[in-house]
C-alpha cells in the first residue's frame, strides 16, 4: 500500500502504524514516550500529526494509528503546529527541569504558558515507560503512584524497592533523563539502592550488577554471565573456528 507523508510516496503495510512508516521512511516526527521496544505507550501525544481520508482531516497520535487506506499525512501542517505547540508546552509545565523538553518547545515553536500550573517541578512527564520496561523487561520494582498533580512514578512506599536488580532499563528508556542512575563502573545507584558492578573475567569491564546478571540467567535457564559481549563473541568466533577451521 501506498500513502503520502509530507507529499513523499511512501510504501506500507496495512496495520503498520504511521509513526514507523514515517521513521522508516526517514521522515522526522518528534516523540518522546515511543521507544521501539515498547510500542504503543501513546501517553505524551508529541508525535501528532494530520491525516485527511476522503477529503477528511483529522489529528491523530501517529505512533498508534494504523494504516488501514491510502492515506495523506501532514506532519507540519498549521493544525499539527498548534496541537504539538500545545502539547509540549503543557508538559514543559509539568516537566520544567527537563532539558529535552524546554530544546522541542524552542524547536517546534511551543507558546508560553505562564499562567497554568500542573504538577511539581522536576523531569518527569508521567509517560509510565519506566514502568512498563520494569515490568516487562525486569521485575515490576517501580509504579505509578497518587493521583491527580502528586502523582509520580516512584518505588512501593518511596523505600529502596526490594526487588529492584539495578539494570537501569528504566533510566535508559525515560525520554527527559528524570530517573537518576549513578553508575562509576565499580557501584550502580538507582531508585535509593547501591548494587555492586560485576567485571568481566576476560577484560574487566563491567558487565552489570550481580542481581540483574542472576536474574537474566534465571529467565534463560543458564548460569549468569561472567563474560562481557565483545569477549563472549570471541570466544564464540573461537570456538567457531576451532571446529569448522578459519
Ligand atoms: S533499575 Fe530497578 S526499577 Fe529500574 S528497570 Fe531495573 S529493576 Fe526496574
Not at 505547540?85 to 505562564?114: F, N
Request: hydrophobic share 35%.
Amino acid at each position: 500500500m501506498i500513502i503520502t507523508i509530507d507529499g513523499v510516496a511512501c510504501e506500507c503495510e496495512k496495520g503498520e502504524f504511521l509513526l514507523q512508516v514515517a521513521r522508516r521512511n526517514g521522515i522526522v516526527i518528534p516523540s518522546l514516550c515511543h521507544h521501539d521496544s515498547l510500542p504503543g505507550q501513546a501517553s505524551c501525544r508529541v508525535c501528532v500529526v494530520e491525516v485527511v481520508e476522503q477529503g477528511r482531516s483529522r489529528i491523530v497520535a501517529s505512533c498508534v494509528f494504523p494504516v488501514e487506506s491510502e492515506i495523506q499525512v501532514f506532519t507540519n501542517s498549521e493544525k499539527v503546529k498548534a496541537q504539538r505547540g500545545m502539547v509540549l508546552a503543557l508538559l514543559h509545565k509539568r516537566a520544567p527541569d527537563s532539558e529535552t523538553i524546554a530544546w522541542m518547545c524552542r524547536q517546534y515553536g511551543a507558546p508560553e504558558l505562564a499562567r497554568v500550573s500542573v504538577g511539581k517541578a522536576d523531569k518527569c512527564i508521567l509517560c509510565g515507560l519506566c514502568v512498563r520496561a520494569c515490568a516487562e523487561l525486569s521485575v515490576g520494582a517501580i509504579s505509578t503512584v497518587n493521583r491527580g498533580v502528586t502523582k509520580q512514578i516512584a518505588t512501593p512506599y518511596h523505600e529502596p524497592s526490594t526487588v529492584c536488580v539495578g539494570c537501569g532499563s528504566c533510566a535508559r528508556v525515560c525520554p527527559t533523563g528524570a530517573i537518576q542512575l549513578e553508575d562509576d563502573g565499580v557501584r550502580r545507584s538507582i531508585w535509593g539502592r547501591t548494587f555492586q558492578l560485576v567485571r568481566c573475567e576476560r577484560c574487566g569491564e563491567p558487565i552489570g550488577t550481580r542481581e540483574e546478571l542472576e536474574l537474566a540467567a534465571q529467565k534463560a535457564g543458564t548460569e549468569p554471565d561472567t563474560l562481557c559481549q565483545a569477549c563472549r563473541k570471541q570466544q564464540m568466533a573461537r570456538v567457531l573456528a576451532d571446529t569448522f577451521g578459519d
